[in-house]
């Protein structure tokens, strides 16, 4: 069989002793790779790359779409942007997946039985990062869920379970408050569950769905969360699973799929045959899985999970009375490779298909046809009113309210003043605290549509009066559904 | 001494029961307690109320100022309010706060060093629901944090640990990301902070702080959260703690205090003299404190402790081998009441601190005054430019980016397009993808400021083209540094 090309970054800190570790497993196992190698990290933000990676090691990638790459130091000082933020974004890595596993009774943990992977949406959510302060008192991030963003992702899960013989696909949400996000993102669950007769799925409200998750993992096999869940999540996870050392994680974009360790670059280790190579290998395996060498991915893990229990530990899970054997970085790889065709007898032994496993793993099963006919879901949208946001301190909810009413017109009326989603207007409760950020919702006089051009008219008539508008939101009906929320009474 | 005059409902399911067993103890306490009572829940929703509270119950709500409530049941079926929603934004119930214990060795957990306390912000954040659909594909929720908000909340964090003789307050945010909403939260923790010379306090990143706080308990005391962490946090302490059953919370205003269980009706147990009170006990001993009868308090939850490790359990926690006695909810009550003056010997007794506990912990520390000040934080405003949102899905960016640079003028002009956060215009990468929800940047030519008349007159030109704004955010400096987020590169 050919060999696959693939980049790889040996990083700074203990990166390049653990790259060489997990390369030489992975040889012994008999990986079929031609490697390219790039320089990131220090040494390239130090000479003036300000994301810590030259524009000419982007060209490796391009052409292997394939990055196996060790941590690196981040130098201090500001100026300088995440390597990691810069080839998601670049390259649309819109799934990371992140396997928390218990290693019981070779590994401590609170929980012994446990086998979780968090499948986390990657490029949405409030990570965008899209961010104003507006008012003296009030600041504001926007979260975005998208229909494409978040079909990717769910059948990248359902994908990913199939191919990795998983039994069920667990979806976490808070559409109970956020029906228009949130809820978008469960819909959209539930309209691709059934396309996986084979894969039981189940969704849970994200704070009891969390609590389950905290006290008893071994309920749960593949979880796939919108960004912030899956961020503080996979955290908690790998934590409990008591093997945040031994921690892989894979980055999959439709073009490009990256694969690391989950720890960073422990420079005060470096150099000294100490760090647990683990970490790396494991993201390797999955990066094995993802090209389609799933003999290779199954020989080298389970030779792995064999020296987990053979007691062959390097020195941060080496525990008296478990451990049988402290060894460094290098010796635990040839460990490893000396136990190859071997299989764990205590832990569970892990068996990847051959052949599917590479294209739905690899593609993320998200086609560019799947994507656009998630959008063709829309549908007719009507404009049916404007949200207009004022700064303002001059009053009460009431004298905002006489102020406001005066601008209706031109085919538009005021219809309420909410402040922080609470409406104050017209019939507030005299107790609710108000703050400078006010939002005027003006609709459509007789229901008929809005025209952009009476927005702008209005607005310009907020700006006769002298009114500080800061922001508008359109509201919009879809297929006749208000797709906007009312403020809460 | 006077009696403190309370509101009192007794709820739906195991409500009145436990709210009987609840009142018992008080009253074996030594409580000195006016009660007047109103009827919520399944009944009130049911002759026609949409809150499930009539407008009256409102005016002993204001009367007292102090509420004990029981659970309720919500009917089936839509149109129905959440209660508690409507009771927290009428009055503006800022603070939630929820005790987490381990009752080990009395109550099975895997924690059992653990003793925490999770004040949750209680308005802001997502949970204002403000959410917009405006394109086939893009949804949107707004996240607001306001600086009176977090001011309010991080100090009632702090006068809470004073009054509850507690150490350390620990802050989490994702300030790394979200540099200004949860940037402001973390600035004015740290700005109050040194105002408590004698409480501990420390931030971590949420994701990491969560994975401490799930494996390792004990190390932490009071925290102070932003709304959606707090929430799902607070699931996650209580689950891990073995006490969901058994916790009690409360919702501090300014104006008025609900206290409750933090468990629900439970229907199917009703009337049976079954339930276990301890959770709405609980959380009537946080009221006991909030009034100031912290004596009673003290004695109380003393006497209870008591109770649970003499082995005197209800139903839900008896355990063969640890448990001593199996009773029902009149007979907990009663042995909590014999124990009235005994201080449990293996669990740690409480102690509440006479007479401060009262004023800080009711009025939450936080004056008018208080928050006039946060607001006069502020600082000259500059409107710069403005960010106009399109809906279109008509070709590339650079295509968009031709047809938008024609709309520069009037003193403002393009200079640049983002979707989705990442910037794509000029110089985007070819692998970005796309959705139909673009941000168009305009800003001031020559820096000067931007009018709002030339905000409005720039909308009218998109309306003349016959591109679908669908929203705008103005970009502000405050005291000459940019109130907004740049897209990533």
């Known amino acids: 069989m050919a060999n696959t090309a693939i980049t790889v970054a040996r990083g700074d800190g203990i990166g390049p002793e653990i790259m060489d570790a997990t390369l030489g497993i992975l040889e012994g196992a008999g990986a079929r790779l031609d490697i390219e190698e790039i320089e990131i990290g220090e040494k390239v933000y130090l000479a003036g790359n300000p994301a810590g990676v030259a524009p000419e090691a982007f060209d490796s990638l391009r052409r292997t779409k394939v990055f196996l790459k060790a941590p690196i130091t981040t130098p201090q000082g500001g100026g300088y942007k995440s390597l990691n933020v810069t080839v998601r974004k670049t390259f649309g890595l819109y799934a990371n997946v992140r396997p928390c596993v218990s290693y019981h009774p070779f590994v401590e943990t609170k929980h012994p039985v446990m086998d979780v992977v968090i499948v986390r949406e990657n490029e949405e ?60 993102f469960h819909k959209i669950f539930d309209e691709i569950a059934p396309e996986y007769p084979d894969i039981e799925n189940e969704h849970w409200i994200v704070d009891i769905g969390s609590a389950k998750l905290a006290d008893a993992p071994e309920n749960f096999d593949v979880l796939v969360l919108p960004n912030l869940y899956g961020d503080v999540l996979s955290d908690v996870a790998a934590q409990i699973a008591g093997s945040v050392g031994l921690a892989g994680s894979a980055n999959i974009g439709e073009h490009i799929a990256m694969f690391e360790a989950i720890h960073g670059s422990a420079p005060r280790r470096a150099g000294q045959n100490l760090a647990n ?129 005066g601008l209706s017109g031109d085919g538009l009326k005021l219809t309420s003043i909410a402040n922080r989603g609470v409406k104050v207007y017209p019939e507030g409760a005299t107790e609710t605290f108000c703050s400078d950020h006010w939002r005027c919702r003006f609709v459509a006089e007789s229901g008929r549509e809005v025209g952009h051009k009476q927005i702008a008219a209005l607005l310009s008539r907020f700006a006769e009066d002298g009114l500080d508008f800061i922001k508008t939101e359109n509201l919009c009906d879809f297929d006749g559904k208000p797709g906007y929320s009312h403020a809460q009474e």
């Open 125 to 184: 959510d409030v990570y965008g990062g899209i961010e104003y302060r507006q008012t003296a008192q009030v600041t504001q991030c926007l979260k975005l869920i998208s229909r494409p963003g978040t079909e990717k992702i769910v059948r990248y899960a359902f994908e990913y379970a199939r191919a990795n013989s998983r039994k069920k696909v667990t979806c976490f949400t808070k559409d109970n408050i956020m029906k228009i996000t949130d809820g978008l």
């Open 277 to 405: 190579p683990s970490g790396l290998f494991l993201g390797a395996v999955m990066m094995l899985v993802h090209i389609g060498q799933t003999d290779v991915a199954e020989r080298a893990h389970n030779a792995w999970l064999r020296t987990m229990e053979d007691g062959i530990h390097t020195y941060d899970i080496f525990k008296e009375g478990v451990s049988k054997e402290k060894v460094g970085t290098r010796e635990f790889a040839e460990a490893v490779v000396a136990r190859m065709g071997q299989r764990p007898e205590t832990l569970k032994a892990v068996t990847y298909k051959s052949g599917e496993a590479d294209a739905s793993g690899a593609s993320g099963g998200a086609s560019p046809e799947g994507r656009a006919s998630g959008a063709g879901a829309a549908s007719k949208k009507e404009t049916v009113g404007v949200d207009v946001y004022l700064d303002w301190a001059g009053g009460s909810a009431d004298e905002l309210g006489s102020k406001v009413s």
